[in-house]
């Protein structure tokens, strides 16, 4: 009796288990970059995110001060001072003045060094003495583990938005992006509504093969037209700029575009289309105050598989991109070359990482209530 309509199928808790998963999947690492995009590359290092509100383990390298500023006291050269900034919560755990034993001493105790002694305490006060003066024009190595408390911070985003270095900027290239993104989303939109219309309610010959001719494109590799399609842009001088890129997508969204609008359209009802024409409506006037209100969750669904794509795409900008001076280089290019430079400082690259997901996330929770109603539309007459 499960299959009777209006009752609950068996499978019910697998399917929200399976959802469940999959939710799961996409939030965790989502979550981590946004999380690591505040944290410190120590921090990072020591600990992964889910750690991140709880105090961490740490080894650091610090300095005593310079040794000018040592005193003589009763016959012996002191220096004291901190090794943490006033006010600092760290506590040491274990010392050492040789990066072979970081642990050799615990808060309190005293080290022998090449002049004199030193001894650090728990909140990272120490006090060097020698019988003779200290020399040299730097203070002395301290290697300790300390627990720190969770700290974060905006450094992260202001060097890779607003640093004038070129490595890491992606301030120009976010903008570059949008420059992109934005006409090629917009242009296939237009073509794209104008000829589904056409395949859907005009009659002229020839239009069921141009249907299949469409369906057939669907299935064209990207990778195959690149080349042919850059020699092109190339002979007639539009490869190295952003007409030609806004192109290449429009071409290469324009198939996904036309099949499932021209899916919508053609189930629209017919009676108020008819009446329109009776009443010596133009076609025109059809498309424009009828056909496009009505199509809008079909015409927003496919604005978000054409945005989320161009704005993530990296093959088609290296491609149709050509430039040498940086100029229109778009943010996943940008990333890949911070991959290739800053391999080892994971915040930098965690920052950068969530600025390029950003905007995509926002339009996709800003229009995904139009993305099922125009993915299913003609599905069902």
């Known amino acids: ?100 034993e970081i642990d050799a001493y615990t808060p309190g105790q005293t080290a022998e060094l090449k002049e004199g002694t030193i001894t650090v305490q728990a909140d990272g006060a120490y006090r060097m003495e020698s019988p003779t003066e200290m020399t040299g024009s730097r203070g002395q190595r301290v290697f300790v583990t300390a627990e720190l408390p969770p700290e974060f911070t905006f450094e992260n985003y202001s060097k890779v938005l607003f640093s004038g270095d070129n490595t890491d900027s992606l301030a120009k290239a976010f903008f570059n992006t949008l420059t992109v993104t934005i006409p090629a989303t917009i242009i296939p939109i237009v073509i794209a509504a104008f000829a589904a219309y056409a395949l859907a309610w005009m009659d002229f010959p020839g239009r069921a093969l141009l249907v299949a001719f469409v369906v057939a494109l669907l299935v064209v590799p990207l990778q195959l037209a690149l080349i042919p399609l850059l020699k092109l842009h190339l002979g007639i001088g539009i490869g190295k700029g952003y007409l030609g890129v806004w192109l290449a997508h429009t071409g290469f969204g324009l198939p996904l575009a036309i099949y499932l609008l021209r899916n919508y359209m053609v189930g629209l009802p017919r009676d108020i289309i008819e009446n329109a024409r009776v009443d010596g409506a133009t076609d025109f006037q059809i498309f424009v105050k009828i056909i496009l209100p009505l199509s809008f969750p079909a015409l927003a669904s496919f604005a978000i598989f054409q945005f989320l794509w161009t704005w993530n795409d990296l093959l088609v900008a290296l491609v149709f991109l050509i430039d040498s001076t940086g100029q229109t280089t778009v943010m996943t290019k940008q990333i890949v070359e911070l991959l290739g430079t800053r391999g080892g400082n994971w915040e930098i690259l965690a920052t950068a990482a969530f600025v390029s997901i950003s905007v995509p996330l926002v339009v996709f929770f800003a229009m995904q209530r139009y993305l099922v109603r125009g993915l299913l539309a003609g599905s069902v007459k």
């Open 1 to 100: 009796m499960d299959n009777i309509a209006g009752t609950k199928s068996s499978l019910t808790w697998a399917v929200h288990i399976s959802v469940a998963v999959l939710v799961a999947l996409w939030l965790f690492p989502t979550v981590g970059l946004l999380v690591s995009s505040f944290r410190t590359a120590d921090q990072i290092a020591t600990s992964g995110w889910w750690k991140s509100m709880f105090p961490s383990e740490q080894n650091l390298t610090l300095r005593t001060a310079d040794p000018a500023i040592q005193v003589q006291t009763g016959g012996m050269f002191v220096i004291e001072g901190e090794l943490f900034e006033e006010g600092s919560p760290a506590v040491i755990s274990v010392w050492g003045t040789s990066s072979r």
